[in-house]
C-alpha cells in the first residue's frame, strides 16, 4: 500500500510560481508512474502531468505545456510539480497518483493510489 500526501499549494497572484510536493511512504514510489491531476469546482478531474519511473519519460496536458514541469527524486520518495506563469484558470486542488502499471496514463482511472490534494488558487 502507498500513502501519497500533497503540500506546497495556496494563493498565488497571476503569473506567480508554486511548486508542488507529494511525498509517498509506505511503500517505494520507484515503481510506479507518477502523475499529477487536477479538480475545479463543479468540473471533472483532468490531467495534468505525468512521469515515468525512471523520470526519463514525461507528459503534460496541453493547458500547461510550456509552463509546469514534473520531476521526481526517487531517492526521497518525493514526486515534485514546478508551476510557473500561473494563470486564473489554473485554480483548482491539485491531486497526486500512483500508477502501478509501467506505462504512461492520463486518466484517473489508470491509477491506483490518490493523495488527498492541495488547493491552489490563482488569484489577484
Known amino acids: 500500500q502507498v500513502q501519497l500526501v500533497e503540500s506546497g499549494g495556496g494563493l498565488v497572484q497571476p503569473g506567480g510560481s508554486l511548486r508542488l510536493s507529494c511525498a509517498a511512504s509506505?511503500?517505494?514510489?520507484?515503481?510506479?508512474?507518477m502523475g499529477w491531476f487536477r479538480q475545479a469546482p463543479g468540473k471533472e478531474r483532468e490531467f495534468v502531468a505525468t512521469?515515468?519511473?525512471?523520470?526519463?519519460?514525461?507528459r503534460y496536458a496541453d493547458s500547461v505545456k510550456g509552463r509546469f514541469t514534473i520531476s521526481r527524486d526517487n531517492t526521497k520518495n518525493t514526486v515534485y510539480l514546478q508551476m510557473n506563469s500561473l494563470k486564473p484558470e489554473d485554480t483548482a486542488v491539485y491531486y497526486c497518483?500512483?500508477?502501478?502499471?509501467?506505462?504512461?496514463?492520463?486518466?484517473?482511472?489508470?491509477?491506483?493510489?490518490w493523495g488527498q490534494g492541495t488547493q491552489v488558487t490563482v488569484s489577484s
Open positions: 509506505g511503500r517505494t514510489v520507484i515503481s510506479y508512474y
Open positions: 497518483a500512483g500508477r502501478r502499471n509501467t506505462n504512461v496514463g492520463v486518466t484517473p482511472n489508470e491509477y491506483d493510489y
Open positions: 512521469i515515468s519511473r525512471s523520470g526519463g519519460i514525461t
